[in-house]
């Protein structure tokens, strides 16, 4: 068999799982080092994405995480509602990914067993770009039908658990772990730099998990230096 027919059975088999390839390669681009760990290099579109958080440090950072991805699937007219029962998400921060804050619809409910009915609900609905829901548990149940909302309207669904009591199996494509890391000085200047994180993709489905340090400069993903060494060192002597 032939590359190209193992690359369209490939693409068959991922389609019958739920994956729809998204072809859109503003988005591979801004992913940067990222895209690689993903079937045939390309982000999982129409899917659920499960984020572990611990505190609100690394709430804030898996939300700027995020924040960098939705850059590309909101494009320039897209919505994204955020549902929350304890927002932690700073809506003028979005600016900092090119992304204005009044493109987002917030609802913040009072109970978070609301938060799950209200998130399968606007997973049916294919005028947004995404969904991201806070809530601290997730069974397989919840998550099979919220997966199951997105294979129909092809919305991607962001689930952001934070200190949850028990880590199970869900039907979620990925898992993921954010971490901030230290940003440093923009050419010396005082103030805050570029964002940066330790990215821990635990799990992908027909994937390749792994870490990277990243940070977020020029509207993408990059690598930070000292990892792009480590990385043409292992290159080097894997050749």
Known sequence: MDI??????????????????????????????LRHAFPNSSFPTAAIHEFITEGKETSAATSGFIAGILTSLMKNSGTTMWISA?????PPALKSFGIEPDRFVFVDLHKEKDVMWAMDEALKCDALSAVVGEMQELSFTESRRLQLAVEKSRVTGFVLRTNPRRISTTACVSRWKINPVLSEPIDGMPGLGFPQWKVELLRIRNGKPGSWNIKWEGGKFKLIEEDIIVAQEQNRYAG
């Open 4 to 33: 190209v027919n193992i690359q369209r059975l490939q693409s068959e088999i991922l389609a019958l799982q739920g994956f729809k390839t998204n072809g859109d390669k503003v988005l591979d681009f801004i992913l940067g080092p």
């Open 86 to 90: 304890s927002r932690k998400l700073f």
